[in-house]
């Protein structure tokens, strides 16, 4: 039976993070699945400290590679991981993500009913007395509520749980290095898989714990690049030809999604903190939205003067 499971190249990129990078590994030792049918790639995106000491450890458990580039973002990280991948199904997994037991099998399974379709699976907060940690993934369940409405007709998959066949990903141009933050690099990527006639899967039952830890400044930071990248996704479809705001304008049309929901999963006490974080999650994607569109501007009327001169 073991020779029928498909082998499976784990990349992980990691900046500066250390400890979760030694959780996210004591979790991936921990799958039930058989070892020499996956091997796991670290990048680390230029950490202030060698990694190799979380590395050592886990070497006898595991099939296990370390690379290192210059700080660039996890886009690229993904993609120096993916040109020595072995596998012929790629999953990345982020640093401060733990899977659980049968996290593989569950993958397999779905790959084996979903052949050359990319996969997704859920993400569950690890840090659930974290408010900020918990409206962020709240936030991001309201999301494919909306996209992913049709398991097997999904738009979006986030790139700490997503499975993508190697030979197609490879063919499709991997992910778009442009984005340089963790902001929209996966969006863009479900974006031209659809557009180039692959199929997305989503698979709830493939599941992972997200261990990130938040502080408000974080979280409206972290919505805030969201936005900054929502911007540069927008200009790279228009680049393709393809111009639609329609399923943003249909997700912020259904306010009971997007704003109801999360307050409706938070006990009382936490329901006017919840309203305000998501508030606030509105305003800092605008302002981030807004930021990159005039930083833009700046930067072609700078250039177009520089040329004139």
């Given at each position: ?16 993070r ?38 050592v ?18 886009a ?28 593989l ?15 997704g ?8 007395w ?118 943003e ?61």
């Amino acid at each position: 039976m073991a020779a029928e499971l498909p082998f499976f190249s784990i990349i992980i990129p990691t900046y500066n993070r250390a400890d979760r990078l030694r959780a996210c590994l004591s979790g991936i030792a921990q799958v039930d699945y058989p070892r020499d049918h996956f091997e796991v790639i670290i990048v680390d995106d230029g950490s202030p400290q060698p990694l190799d000491s979380v590395i050592v450890p886990f070497q006898d458990m595991l099939d296990i590679t370390l690379l290192r580039q210059t700080n660039s973002g996890p886009a690229r990280a993904r993609n120096v991981g993916l040109a020595l991948a072995k596998g012929t199904l790629i999953a990345f997994l982020d640093d401060d993500c733990t899977p659980a037991w049968d996290w593989l099998h569950s993958l397999a399974e779905r790959s084996i009913l979903f052949p050359e379709c990319m996969i997704g699976g859920h993400t569950l907060n690890a840090l659930p007395w974290n408010l900020c940690s918990t409206a962020s993934q709240l936030i991001a369940d309201v999301v494919y509520r909306y996209y992913n409405a049709d398991p097997e007709n999904a738009r979006f998959i986030t790139s700490n749980n997503m499975l993508v066949p190697a030979k197609a990903l490879r063919e499709i141009g991997q992910f778009d290095a442009s984005f340089s933050t963790s902001a929209a690099e996966d969006r863009e990527l479900c974006d031209r898989w659809r557009h180039n006639g692959y199929q997305i899967v989503y698979a709830p039952e493939a599941l992972i714990h997200h261990a990130h830890a938040m502080s408000l400044r974080g979280y409206l930071r972290q919505h805030f690049n969201y936005g900054r990248g929502a911007c540069h996704f927008h200009r790279k479809r228009a680049a393709r030809g393809v111009n639609s705001f329609a399923p943003e304008v249909g997700f912020h049309r259904r306010i009971g999604n997007w704003l109801l929901y999360p307050i409706s999963q938070v006990r009382s006490w936490r329901k006017p903190l919840m309203f305000g974080l998501i508030v606030a999650w509105q305003a800092a994607n605008a302002l981030g939205y807004f930021y990159e569109v005039f930083r833009s501007q700046e930067r072609f009327q700078r250039h177009r003067l520089g040329i004139e001169r």
